[in-house]
């Protein structure tokens, strides 16, 4: 837990759930593959949508697209550790999907890296950011 408490710039205390810092943990490196639904290779809604199922025992939609029509949308900074983050890198659709953590930073799957913590204010996330909120259901 220090590590991600040092990482995300925050006091331990503030890692509200111990069991998302542990299934990130679990997952942290397995590859992108689109379509896939296990470690040896994940897409980014397949990652969220068994993150939601196993931290939070939710059930979300199967694609980024369909997971945002679930979400009451907030502004960037009344984000919370849990709330989805959304991008469009091909034109207007939302086709990307991560998890808020703290400070801007969010765990997501790099079609290059795989399962990653990376920065909202990164410019490469900045320029294709389209929105952010909790799930409503």
């Excluded at 995300?8 to 593959?33: A, C, K, M, T």
Aim: proline share 1%; net charge positive; hydrophobic share 35%.
């Amino acid at each position: 837990m220090e590590n991600y408490a040092k990482l995300l710039g925050v006091n331990v205390r503030e890692l509200d759930n111990r069991y998302l810092y542990g299934f990130i943990n679990q997952w942290i490196g397995s590859p992108h593959r689109l379509g896939g639904q296990n470690k040896n290779g994940i897409d980014c809604s397949a990652f969220v949508g068994i993150l939601y199922k196993d931290v939070y025992s939710k059930i979300i939609p199967r694609t980024s697209r369909d997971i945002e029509t679930v979400v009451k949308s907030k502004k960037e900074g009344q984000l919370k550790e849990g709330d989805l983050v959304f991008f469009s890198f091909g034109g207007k659709a939302i086709d990307h999907v991560g998890v808020y953590l703290h400070n801007h930073k969010f765990v997501h799957v790099s079609t290059r890296k795989g399962v990653i913590i990376s920065d909202l204010t990164d410019s490469w996330y900045a320029k294709y950011f389209t929105g952010a909120g909790a799930l409503k259901i």
